[in-house]
């Protein structure tokens, strides 16, 4: 079924406001990944982008702009 016009660009709106990356994670720690993630109610997404926010601060990164509200959790 084709998308809308308006539903095009609401998408296109919405997807906006990320980056895609692309990542490969290790068969042998997939099944750990996804388990963690519905553990904590999160995504797989939304899981490894608190994980990374959570090592950076960890690590003493601070975004230049002092915001950490970006999307994705």
């Known amino acids: 079924m084709p998308l809308t ?3 095009k660009i609401t998408n296109d709106r919405y997807l906006s406001k990320f980056a895609t990356k692309s990542i490969r994670i290790p068969k042998e720690i ?3 990944l ?3 993630a519905a553990h904590a109610g999160e995504s797989v997404a939304g899981y490894i982008v ?3 926010r ?3 601060a960890r690590d ?3 975004p230049p702009d002092g ?3 970006s999307p994705g959790e």
Do not use: L, V
Request: glycine share 4%; aromatic share 4%; net charge negative.
């Open 34 to 36: 996804n388990t963690a």
């Open 50 to 52: 608190n994980a990374t």
């Open 67 to 69: 915001d950490d509200s």
């Open 5 to 7: 016009d308006k539903k």
């Open 54 to 56: 959570e090592r950076m």
């Open 30 to 32: 997939e099944e750990d």
């Open 60 to 62: 003493g990164f601070t």
